[in-house]
């Protein structure tokens, strides 16, 4: 089974920057596209950005310019670091990930951590 683990959430003043990381476990064959994704309250999930393998990324406009994904392979991990976070940043933020995975055949199958709170308040 894999298991996508998140850490690098907290509290952080307007301005301030923030380095979520997402590290995936279990029996990995390969990983496609990777993402954070967040929710605020009383929102929808909305993506905040991916990256694949060979380092394409793609982003929402309202983070563009502040937030830079980033993963390394080797790690099976993906990382986002958040500067001028503004109070509209806070959110649960969510890795997500295709995995390739063989149990009993190889298959690719979607995956989210169990989320981080990120909070932007004086």
């Known amino acids: 089974q894999v298991q996508l683990v998140e850490s690098g959430g907290g509290l952080v003043q307007p301005g301030g920057s923030l380095r979520l990381s997402c590290a995936a476990s279990?029996?990995?064959?390969?990983?496609?596209?990777m993402a954070w994704y967040r929710q605020a309250p009383g929102k929808q999930r909305e993506l905040v950005a991916s990256?694949?393998?060979?380092?394409?990324?793609n982003y929402a406009d309202s983070v563009k310019g502040r937030f830079t994904i980033s993963r390394d392979n080797a790690k099976n991990a993906v990382y986002l670091q958040m500067n001028s976070l503004k109070p509209e940043d806070t959110a649960v933020y969510y890795c997500n990930a295709d995995i390739r995975e063989f149990v009993f055949r190889y298959r690719t199958t979607n995956y989210w951590g169990q989320g981080t709170q990120v909070t932007v308040s004086p």
């Open positions: 990256i694949t393998p060979g380092g394409g990324t």
């Open positions: 279990g029996s990995i064959s390969s990983i496609n596209t």
